[in-house]
């Protein structure tokens, strides 16, 4: 009873948030009429492909606002999906010899409410698929239709015929703007407002001539002041900062003027247009003219080093001014030629001259990114590095697009030439940005690590800083090369989605919120091993091995504990990628056994200490000290000064002697010997004299002197003494070998060295054969044997005489 009562319970708690689901999908349901309109009138626009760009843009938006909605459904509806399935999951597989019939109905009335609940699901994912399928093709006729406009011959500019319709299309829209003036002027309602307007206009006409003709000069004022011998981190910043016065400035004038122009109220349509773009306008030219003097730059202390004369760079700057001059008109022209609708023949000829000008800058700045790209490598080297590969590479790009976007002008192609040229032009401007931030992040960084100039290039922050400039500037190099917003909007929709690994999804915000939690959790590891380093295990008393075995543990399980948290907090359930896991963990371990050898050799290392660092060790037939012991290796600090790298598992596998483990305490043996004849026991005490006397000779264990016995030139003694300090045991020999001498020279005692006597039997058997006697002699000479007989022959050293001339015969 009890358990029917349940069910019944449960039914009706299910039954009720059906009910609630159903009425909240009534509420809040897409409307799948309007979208069926949508549909048609987005399938017949991309068929007659007859609509505008600008309609088309608009269409394209309304797709995606109806794929967020179905998107937002999909997700809303899957929630009691989740829970039914959650709850059927709970019931377990079905029992092969039947279930209760309760535990039965309970089954089939979630089933039932299951396939009830997934069909709002489905109908939403149906169409967020066909509303992303519209988007795509939309998408595709748009840069079907760019396509066609770049590759679509014109006029040809070259052609004197085509130049009739230049001049009347021109002197059109000037006289048109100015007509709208005169028009407005006329109206008694418009001189009203204006006079209204004049103390605004004037003071917007006063402060934009002021920046426009005073700007640049206050700010190479402001540099040349700020610019020193020893620049700090600020003073670097600073002066950048000024030196972007001199696009920011003007820019601001010409604002002002703008504003003024407004403030009068006489600008029509056509002169809406014109001002509108004009700010814009000015930024391109004074960027490009900014660049121009950091690049090329005059200063006695550049941002970046260009191996040019001053000549050179001269040209430089000027042709950097006229490159942005030219992509400013392209622009202005641009949209003038939009808005006035000018014939074909007046815009090939505009843009291919246009066109022709950008090319001939940028082939001049081509040329002189090549001589300094010579320069930059040792000429006669005859081999480049690959900085100045590079940048001989993006000097032949430059050359190659300036060349070929002129003889695409030439045939007529003017659209896909201006394209081209002004595409390449704004790319090197924005990579001459990004060269000259860099400089500034490189004299920054070398500032505050208090590093000279030379070294800078060695920094790595500066390097990451760089390549995250580079990532940022990604967007932008798109959209000058032809795509649109609407196209890097995509891109993060789709990016956004993320990666599905199984159940798990992993998308940019989860990668970010990781590395943001696991960078957190690291530098709090490292603050904790630098606490523990420096603060709280030097006031205890374990020895330094131990203090580095706790910092080098903690250190590995922080980061650790950094890692799974980062894991949870970014939402990463490692048990769906558990399979993917498996299966590589069987291919990784075979490749990659021997570092997990090393790696866990290296935590026995730090758990049983049987070397620390500091320890003198000898393994392998190296000897040295331990300076560092990593997750993979051990260094090893020779006494020649050099590192040798061992394995872990060669240190806990192989023999290790270690002369300093637990203790310094070790051994010293200084052996010598005395001629026969000398009193033993008067040597044995000089000897343990001087052992004593020793101040780092430990008196107990007292020192011994050993008569190890009667050798074959000697009697031969030996000093055994316990060393306060292993690490001197050098020393110490050399200063008791110094003292035994001097005490033995004192004493009279001889020690003696190895003598040979060499006797001779018939010596003048020599003479018998001079070569043979040659033979003995140099045989002698050579072995270091004295001739100790005086009966040889004295015609031997002559027979010697004649060695010149026989040449040497041995």
Known sequence: MSKFLRYILVSTMLALMTAGSIYAQAQDTPDYEAWSVVTARAEEAIENNRASEAAMATLREQLVDWREIFSFESSRQ?????????????????????????????????KALLAAARAPTRKADLARIESEELIRSVDSLLRSRQANLLLTPGPVPVNPSTWKQVAPDIVKTVRLTALEFVTSWALKRQRVELFASLPQILFFLLLGLVLVTRGISWT????????????????????????????VLPMLGVLSLTNAVYASGLPGFRGDVILAVFPWLTFELLLARWLGERVFSQNERPLLT?????????????????????????????????????EPETQAVVFFILTVIAALMLTQIALLVGKHSDQVDDPANGVRSSRGQTIFVASRVMLSAAGAGSLLALVGLTQGAAYLVFATAKTSMIIAFLLVTQGLIKKIFAALVGNDEENEDRLLAPVLVGFLLIVLSLPTLALIWGARVSDL??????????????????????????????????????????TMRNTILPKTQIDPGGQTAIVSGLGYVGIFLAALVAINTAGIDLGNIAILAGALSVGIGFGLQTIVSNFVSGIILLIERPVSEGDWIEVGGQMGYVRDISVRSTRIETFDRTDVI?????????????????????????????????????????????????????????????????????????IRAILRDVNWVLSVKSEINHEIARRFNEESIEIPFAQRDVWLRNPETLTRDAE?????????????IGLKSSQINADLPKKSEDREGKGDER
């Open 220 to 247: 190479k004022r402001g540099l040349a002041r700020v610019l020193r011998a020893e620049m700090s981190a600020g003073l670097w910043t600073l002066a950048f900062l000024l030196s972007f016065g001199q696009v």
């Open 772 to 784: 043979r006697g040659e033979v003995a002699v140099d045989a002698a000479e050579r072995d270091g």
């Open 306 to 342: 260009v191996f040019l004369t001053d000549k050179e760079k001269k040209a430089g700057r000027l042709s950097s001014f006229f490159l942005g001059a030219s992509i400013a008109a392209n622009s202005l022209f641009g949209v003038m030629a939009r808005y006035d609708n000018w």
């Open 646 to 718: 061992v394995p872990n598992s060669d240190l806990i596998s192989g023999t290790v002697t270690n002369y300093t483990r637990g203790n310094t305490v070790g051994r010293v043996v200084v052996p010598v010997g005395v001629a026969y004849g000398t009193d033993t026991r008067r040597v044995e005490n000089i000897l343990r004299e001087i052992a004593n006397a020793h101040p780092m000779v430990l008196a107990a264990p007292a020192p011994n002197v050993v008569f190890q016995g009667f050798g074959a030139d000697s009697l031969d003694f030996e």
């Open 489 to 530: 909007t995509e891109f993060w929709a789709r990016l956004a989605e993320g990666l599905r690994i199984g159940e798990t999804v992993i998308s940019p915000k989860d990668v970010i919120i990781f590395f943001l939690v696991f960078l957190i959790g690291y530098g709090l590891t490292r603050l904790a091993q630098g």
């Open 78 to 110: 899957r929630v009691p999906v989740t829970t039914l399935e959650a709850q059927l999951k709970g019931l377990g597989p079905v029992p092969s010899d039947g279930e209760i019939s309760e535990i039965a109905d309970q089954r089939a009335e979630l």
